[in-house]
């Protein structure tokens, strides 16, 4: 891969990790109402799987959502202002966090309930099949979701009427508070061959070979409709939200997570690829401009009106 | 004005709402081939083909939740749920995520799909297969819920359920399936949120919906000889419902009873009653009573079921204490 593609690559996933490090400390400032649920650790998964998106094509979410919502391209002022839970967010600050939403960029939304995503985004790829014009769907989801009845249903409606959806599995080894080898008896692999879908594995923090993996079939499944599996193993930094202090993880293991931190692997690879320094100090500048500018006007930005509590419960006012 | 069942007019309401919009399709289990348990989608595959109709596998979480992606997606989809009872593995799908789309992402979109889906009792299907859960989704704010008393009303309500751009339940009884009633060649749609007062009386209402309907015309058919007048209003939607004919017909009649097959605790009866206890207060001449079933699961036996279905002589009944 050639070094501006990995420095814009690099830049996205940089951007999510500065994004929700700022999330962060907004949040221990008591900024941000609600739930925070982070994916420090995982920016290479969505990064390199929209790199073969464009706006006609869904994808939706989970509860640890940011990476996916931003690698889709969505308005990072009105991604601020929304976790914020200002006026100007994208959902006018009725989502939150969890729900970030912006369906002119395909992002169908982020989800409050482990492994929602999965039956709507099976059904948009129905939409896309209908619709012939050769766009797909991308659900991301978790380890976590793999336990849940709607991913068994879901994979055999895919597999049986060959729709075209892209299967993002992030296992980062955790199920919410419990390591996901003591909640599931089997494994995705064997899920994938069970149903007979195309089912490839990558190591999710090499976002290069997310982007070949994921690129290849997406490629193949606009050509001709059919689902796959991509499992990509990743990495869970912080908590299942902030606040959880994660007593039930080994510390070491924590520890050892900078090893695989997907923006040192990235910077590794673009310094092979003649990047210097200087342009990573480029790119960190860039980005924490653009962060700092969303982040001030989330600040400023005015709080919903209680008096509009009643509006878009309907899509007709008068009813 | 040809004669239609209830089933044939639900069908044809598919099929016109098919041939009127490209982005229509059907899916739920054995509605294809099988032309669904209770044929209300029959020769619709022929007709339209499998792109249109999608006879789905058991899996009524999924196929819920298919819909509110492909309606997000540019889509109509109209989703039959078996038995009313099965909209319980749906729940997720209807209650997070089809309801609260619009409003949550701030009024982006919508999500304009229908389930639609029969209960009620009078088959001897036993506790699963024969509950009224209306209640249920009327009070989820975002769903809409229509339940339509004949076969007109059976037509107009889905053609405009599947026009609405907002999720809508419509709720099927299933005991009307075979109901004959008068379609006109050329069908209207019905407004959503519109009741219909089917009698006209001045001594007393009962406010009712789906197969009650025909129950309180019954009673007050009843009561006539006697000279008081009922008068019947035919709900038809329940979410919204029409609080303004009710309120208006309370004030003429003066007494109120409301009749549904549902279980009578906690239901559609008990937010029409508070409503008008509270706008209605100062026209009330006697109790708001409400004619349901007992709280008990749906039973199975003949006798049981019989006791436990809301008839005419319960609506009778009611309209003699709150008159007395």
């Known amino acids: 891969m050639k070094l501006d593609e990995l420095a814009a690559l690099y830049r996205q996933m940089l951007l999510i990790r500065r994004a929700e490090e700022r999330l962060q400390k907004l949040f221990a400032d008591g900024l941000v109402p609600g739930f925070l649920h982070l994916s420090i650790g995982q920016e290479a998964v969505p990064v390199g799987v929209s790199h073969a998106l464009t706006d006609r094509d869904t994808v939706s979410s989970n509860h640890r959502g940011h990476g996916h919502t931003l690698a889709k391209g969505v308005d990072l002022n009105g991604f601020f202002a929304e976790i914020l839970g200002k006026a100007t967010g994208l959902c006018k600050g009725r989502g939150g966090s969890m729900h970030v939403a912006d369906l002119s960029k395909g992002m ?20 896309h099949k209908i619709q012939g014009q050769g766009h797909i769907a991308v659900v991301y989801f978790g380890d976590g979701a793999l336990a849940e ?8 409606m895919a597999a049986l009427w060959d729709l075209p959806i892209l299967f993002v599995c992030e296992n980062n080894g955790w199920s919410e508070f419990s390591p996901t080898d003591r909640q599931l008896a089997t494994s995705l692999d064997k ?15 090499v976002v290069a070979d997310v982007v070949a993996e994921s690129g290849r079939l997406v490629k193949a499944m606009r050509k001709s409709p059919a689902p796959a599996i991509l499992e990509c193993h990743t990495t869970r930094v912080r908590g299942h939200f902030e606040g959880d202090r994660q007593d039930y993880r080994d510390s070491g293991e924590i520890a050892g997570l900078s090893e695989r931190d997907p923006l040192r692997l990235c910077a590794e690879t673009m310094a092979r690829a003649g990047g210097t320094p200087e342009l990573l100090a480029e790119i960190a500048g860039s980005v924490e401009a653009e962060i700092k500018a969303a982040t001030q006007a989330a600040l400023e930005a005015p709080l919903p009106r209680s008096e509009d509590i009643l509006a878009d419960v309907y899509t007709r006012a008068e009813v | 004005m040809p004669e239609t069942r209830f089933i044939k007019a639900i069908n044809q309401a598919l099929n016109d709402a098919m041939e009127a919009d490209p982005t229509v399709f059907l899916i739920g289990e054995d509605i294809g081939a099988a032309g669904g348990s209770f044929k209300a989608t029959r020769d619709l595959l022929d007709r339209f083909g499998p792109t249109r109709v999608y006879d789905s596998p058991i899996s009524e979480a999924a196929i819920t939740g298919m819909a509110v992606g492909a309606a997000l997606t540019g889509m109509r989809p109209v989703v039959e749920i ?3 009872d099965f909209t319980t593995l749906s729940m997720d799908m209807l209650v997070n995520q089809a309801a609260k789309a619009r409003s949550m992402f701030g009024g982006q979109g919508s999500v304009p799909m229908v389930l639609r889906t029969p209960h009620g009792g009078g088959l001897n299907a036993g506790p699963q297969h024969s509950q009224c859960l209306e209640a249920w989704f009327a009070h989820i704010p975002g769903l809409k819920v229509v339940c339509p008393s004949n076969p007109a009303d059976a037509y107009g ?16 009884n299933k005991a009307l399936y075979a109901m004959k009633g008068d379609l006109p060649d050329t069908p209207e749609q019905i407004e959503i949120g519109k009741a219909r007062i089917t009698r006209p009386g001045r001594d007393a209402t009962v406010v009712a919906y789906g197969a009650a309907v025909a129950m309180a015309e019954t ?9 008081i007048e009922v008068e019947v209003i035919d709900l038809r939607s329940l979410q919204p419902w029409d609080e303004a004919t009710v309120l208006a ?22 937010e029409i009653a508070a409503r008008m206890a509270d706008v209605g207060f100062d026209e009330l001449d006697g109790p708001i009573l409400r004619v349901g079933a007992p709280f008990a699961p749906s039973p199975f036996g003949k006798t049981l079921e019989d006791a436990y279905r809301p008839n005419a002589d319960r609506i009778v009944a009611a309209l003699r204490r709150t008159l007395a």
């Open chain 2, 249 to 270: 017909s309370l004030s003429r009649t003066h007494n109120l009873v409301i009749a549904h097959e549902a279980v009578e605790a906690f239901g559609v009866g008990a």
């Open chain 1, 149 to 156: 009845g709607v991913l068994h249903e879901c994979l055999n």
């Open chain 2, 82 to 84: 078996m038995f009313m």
């Open chain 1, 191 to 205: 899920l994938a061959k069970a149903f007979g879908i195309t089912y490839r594995a990558v190591d999710g923090n």
């Open chain 2, 219 to 227: 009673a007050a058919a009843t009561l006539a000889p006697e000279g």
């Open chain 2, 157 to 172: 309500l889905l053609r405009a359920a599947i026009d609405d751009p907002d999720p809508v339940i419509v709720v099927e």
């Open chain 1, 108 to 127: 169908l939304g982020a989800n409050g309930i482990v492994g929602a995503g999965l039956p709507i985004t099976t059904g948009s790829a129905l939409a």
